[in-house]
Structures are given as C-alpha cells and as structure tokens.
C-alpha cells in the first residue's frame, strides 16, 4: 500500500510523531467497488464520525495534486477540557496520492495553502474476492490547528491533550472503516 508506506514510515529525524494511527478491516468487494466509495468526498459523511462531506476546488477530481474542501462537525464531548474547535468548521486538503483501486491519500493544508505534516489516506488490498481496507494517519509536526490548541498548556495538559487526541483518533478510525465495510456490503 504505497501512501501507507511512504507516509506511514517517512523519517521523523529520530523524533516520535505527534500522532499515528491505523485500523484495518476486511470488506466482500473488490478493490475497485472499495476505491470508489472511499474516494468520493460527498459520501465521507456516511462513515466518518466528523467529516460531512467535501467538494473539490481545484486541479483533476481525484488524482494527486488536486485540492478540496472537507465540511467538518465536532460535538462538545470531545477531549471537552480542551479548546479544540467545535460545531462546523472547513478544511482544506490536498491529494498527496491517488492510484486508482489501490491508495488515497491527503494531507491538510494550512490557511496560507500549504502542505502540512499531517497525512490522512486508505489503502486498499485484493485477498481473494475481497479487500483489505486499512485506513491511516501519520502527524509528525503539528499543524496550525495543533499549535493553537496546546499554545496555552504546560507540559502536562499537553502531555494529556496528545494523549487523549491520539486515542479519540484512533477510535474515529476504527468506526470510519467499519462503516465503510457496512455501506459497501449493503449497497
């Protein structure tokens, strides 16, 4: 899965990355039924616990290089203490890799437009008649995003924020691809 790993196991210069999750799961399609779902923006909000959709705003649809915007929802609930955004908010991502049937990948952009260290993507793997879709995400520098959130914590509340984002990360990734599957094989 090559998004997976060359973002998955980039150099971090001896340093631990910020964040680095991965889920995996098994899916009765074939890799082309599974590209196409976890490749179309406007269906994200069928499986994603935050992202609700997307709508791309420039370059090729789809293909690497291409830009688009990601409509995002947080309730109150999560890692509460901390001043994370909540409700509504929009991101804009860039596409780092796209190879039709096998990886999708993309990274957040920062407000000037910028590529920032923070890699987001879907593997997908023929095993007999089915898939394994592994869904994975790498920060090794933290975004704007980030630095504002843990600007005003000592070392321990940012100790407990990386903590506690990691795991909230995690648990989102494990429902995204469960829901995957689900809509796959009920479609």
Known sequence: MPCQDSFM???TGGRKPLFQARAEIR???RPKEVYAV??????????????RGGEWISGEPGTAGAVFRGHNERGSDVVAWAPVVRGHWITTCEVVEAEPDRTFCWAM??????RQESVWGFGVEQVGDESVLVHHFLMTEPTEGI???TA???????TNFFFEWGEKVQRDMEVTVARIKRVIEED
Do not use: F, H, T
Not at 40 to 51: F, H, K, T
Not at 152 to 158: H, P, R, S
């Open 109 to 114: 952009c920062s407000r000037s437009g910028e």
């Open 9 to 11: 196991n980039q150099s």
């Open 147 to 149: 630095r504002e959130i």
């Open 27 to 29: 899916i009765s399609a």
């Open 38 to 51: 976890i490749s179309d923006l406007r269906r994200s909000g069928e499986w994603s616990p935050e992202c």
């Open 152 to 158: 005003q914590m000592d070392v321990a509340e940012k």
